[in-house]
């Protein structure tokens, strides 16, 4: 479903708060039982990010790690105090489409409680670790149905050698399995029968500027749709520690990490942002704590 009409389109900016070594690509180089002992980098990075987005006037949603919020409570409080929107990013940074359906409840229910705890606010959203909603794990969604999340941000439409489901809907749409929760897919344009990604992180770094420009355009201009946009902290931090993984993983983490804050910055100077819960709530989907706006002529 998208917005026909001659209203700016607003774009929905989101960041995925994890540290470096979070990185699914990196489960077999680094334990999870050495998280604790490694230089953690996340609040410094996440509060680049605060500063960049409060100079451009742009709000945005922070799917946070249920890990990082339970160490740095005060991080999440000042991402809230900013008026940025807090999600959900599950708590311990599995793939879904690797954990039992037990044991995915318990990850996003103690990862929205803690939220939620600290905060003192509901959290409505939830986007899984590395986009891991697949065809093998749609059944992820019903659990957030039951948990009480509103929508979704976790199915990539794209092929992917770790995610992505290409035959999905490529914008905002209503999941027909729990008719209560909306799915906001990360960002493609379509060429031909292929779908190719637009929507940020590695694509945003590997790919020239002008690529995620042109897509980000083209969505807007011709589908007269938003696109939903994504970055981790750890992208716009050159210094980072380097680990030992296989090269196709350092490269897709490592390349480019130099020129992100630039690139970043002339997205904001060239589009607008806002939370994913506020985009949605443009498009006309009722999404709890957040005023819909009256659709207009709305185009499925």
């Known amino acids: 479903m998208v917005i026909a009409g001659d209203a700016p389109i607003v774009n929905a900016m989101t960041i995925d708060v994890e540290d470096y070594f979070h990185v699914s690509a990196f489960d077999d180089v680094i334990p999870r039982h050495r998280w604790d002992g490694l230089e953690s980098r996340v609040c410094a990075n996440?509060?680049?990010?605060?500063?960049?987005?409060?100079?451009?006037?742009?709000?945005?949603t922070f799917f946070v790690l249920g890990w990082v919020a339970q160490r740095f409570p005060r991080l999440v409080n000042e991402i809230a105090a900013a008026g940025h929107e807090i999600a959900s990013h599950g708590y311990g940074h599995r793939l879904v489409y690797?954990?039992?359906?037990?044991?995915?409840?318990?990850?996003?229910?103690?990862?929205?409680?803690?939220?939620?705890?600290?905060?003192?606010?509901?959290?409505?959203?939830?986007?899984?670790?590395?986009?891991?909603?697949?065809?093998?794990?749609?059944?992820?969604?019903?659990?957030?149905?039951?948990?009480?999340?509103?929508?979704?941000?976790?199915?990539?439409?794209?092929?992917?050698?770790?995610?992505?489901?290409?035959?999905?809907?490529?914008?905002?749409?209503?999941?027909?399995?729990?008719?209560?929760?909306?799915?906001?897919?990360?960002?493609?344009?379509?060429?031909?029968?292929?779908?190719?990604?637009?929507?940020?992180?590695?694509?945003?770094?590997?790919?020239?500027?002008?690529?995620?420009?042109?897509g980000i355009r083209r969505i807007n201009a011709r589908e007269h749709?938003?696109?939903i946009f994504y970055l981790h902290p750890w992208e716009i931090d050159p210094d980072q520690p380097r680990l030992p993984a296989p090269l196709l993983s350092r490269f897709r983490h490592y390349c480019n990490l130099s020129?992100?804050?630039?690139?970043?910055?002339?997205?904001?100077?060239?589009?607008?942002?806002?939370?994913?819960?506020?985009?949605?709530?443009?498009?006309?989907?009722?999404?709890?704590?957040?005023?819909?706006?009256?659709?207009r002529r709305l185009v499925s």
């Open 46 to 60: 996440t509060e680049r990010l605060l500063d960049i987005f409060e100079s451009t006037g742009v709000r945005a």
């Open 98 to 214: 690797d954990l039992t359906q037990a044991a995915f409840r318990d990850d996003v229910r103690q990862s929205k409680d803690l939220l939620e705890s600290i905060t003192g606010r509901p959290v409505y959203g939830y986007r899984a670790p590395s986009y891991s909603v697949t065809a093998q794990s749609l059944w992820a969604l019903d659990v957030l149905m039951e948990e009480g999340f509103s929508y979704d941000a976790s199915i990539f439409p794209i092929h992917h050698d770790r995610y992505g489901i290409p035959q999905s809907p490529r914008h905002p749409y209503r999941l027909q399995r729990t008719h209560s929760v909306i799915e906001a897919p990360a960002s493609t344009v379509q060429c031909g029968p292929v779908n190719l990604p637009v929507a940020g992180g590695g694509y945003f770094r590997i790919l020239p500027y002008a690529w995620t420009r042109w």
């Open 225 to 227: 749709a938003p696109a």
């Open 259 to 295: 020129r992100t804050e630039s690139r970043l910055r002339a997205l904001l100077n060239d589009f607008e942002f806002s939370t994913l819960a506020t985009v949605l709530g443009r498009a006309g989907f009722d999404v709890a704590g957040v005023e819909s706006v009256p659709a």
